[in-house]
């Protein structure tokens, strides 16, 4: 908004016009406006006895030192995001509105969970396969539209190497455009896989939203470089019109996260709840999508699919043999049965995401 009221004043207000500046604006905007609205939002969620329900079947000290914790601290931080990003984005720039679309209607599926889980009493919330439902109808709708309108191709690129793109559209020369449509089928996995790893994910404080923090971080990065037509031909990287206002969207997400690890670092004041989590999954996996990056998004947010794969196998193994593979999962919870302390599990989380992060980029000049 403010790039189209103040680049036509010219002078020294030709700085809006740079993609950096407008960026580490947005993260800031947004880092203040969650460092200021958490309190109050603290204060009236605890007058309100808007509560996490905690698991009776999870580990016994989250019964005794969480119970009683305020939820749905998303909702700050989603305000935070949407504004910061429609203040200092491009508003004729597709791209940024589609990423805060999927990002929002993943998080109306979590808020009518958490809703339930609080108004219930209940630590079941809303069914599993309504929230996958609304999931897919929400990529269906976004990444549909951006297909059939040319805003999104039916490419898919491979990252370590140069040139390596699938054309899915190209599979079969006799239907082109009816198979050009998997993108869209392969977008609606992505966005349902990466809201439920990072639900999964936020089990202990701090433990979602510290690895939100560096993904957000790098997939802005990637997206500033897509955006640019010298560095994503130099870099081999598939060039993304529009792809830099992208960075803009991830830096608000990571002001965003910073703001809310102030309250929800160890021990939490206030936890993401639903509409936290299953909304930043589907902002990590929408612009992963939109700039072309989603395979290298499985290395950078390591973390988040080390959680999901550790459900997976413990029920898949269980169902088979009757037997438990970890102690208890996520795998956050096998090492809280080994005796590791929460903060040291936090931590550790923290340090193979940054890892992970690097690495990712790292990558960038093997191509």
Known sequence: MLYHLLIPLGGPFNVFRYITFRSACAMMTALVFCYVAYPAFIEWMRRKKMEQIIRAEGPKEHLESKVGTPTMGGLV??????????????????????????????????????????????????????????????????????????????????????????????????????????????????????????????????????????????????????????????????????????????LALLGAGLGFLWYNAYPAQIFMGDVGSLAIGGALGSVSVFIKQELLLALVGGVFVLEAVSVTMQVLWFKRTGRRIFLMAPIHHHFEKLGWGEPKIIVRFWIISALLALVALSTLKLR
């Not at 999927?102 to 009518?112: D, H, M």
């Open 77 to 250: 931080l989603l305000a935070g995001l949407a504004l910061s990003t429609l203040l200092w984005a491009r508003l004729d720039e597709p791209l940024p509105w589609l990423v805060l679309t999927v990002t929002l209607a993943c998080g109306v599926i979590g808020f009518v969970d958490d809703w339930k889980k609080v108004m219930e009493k209940s630590s079941d919330g809303l069914s599993g396969r309504y929230k996958i439902a609304g999931q897919v109808l929400t990529g269906l709708l976004v990444f549909g539209g951006a297909y059939a309108t040319g805003i999104m191709d039916a490419t898919v690129h491979v990252p370590f190497y140069k040139r390596a793109v699938f054309d899915l559209a190209a599979l079969w020369a006799g239907a082109p455009t009816l198979l050009g449509w998997l993108v869209v089928g392969w977008g609606i996995f992505l966005v349902t896989s990466w809201s439920n790893a990072v639900n999964l994910t936020d089990g202990l404080d701090g433990l979602a939203i510290g690895t939100t923090i560096t993904s957000a971080g790098t997939l802005a990065v990637l997206a500033y470089v897509a955006g640019h037509t010298e560095f994503s031909a130099y870099l081999h990287i598939p060039y993304v019109a529009g792809g830099g206002e992208v960075a803009v969207f991830c």
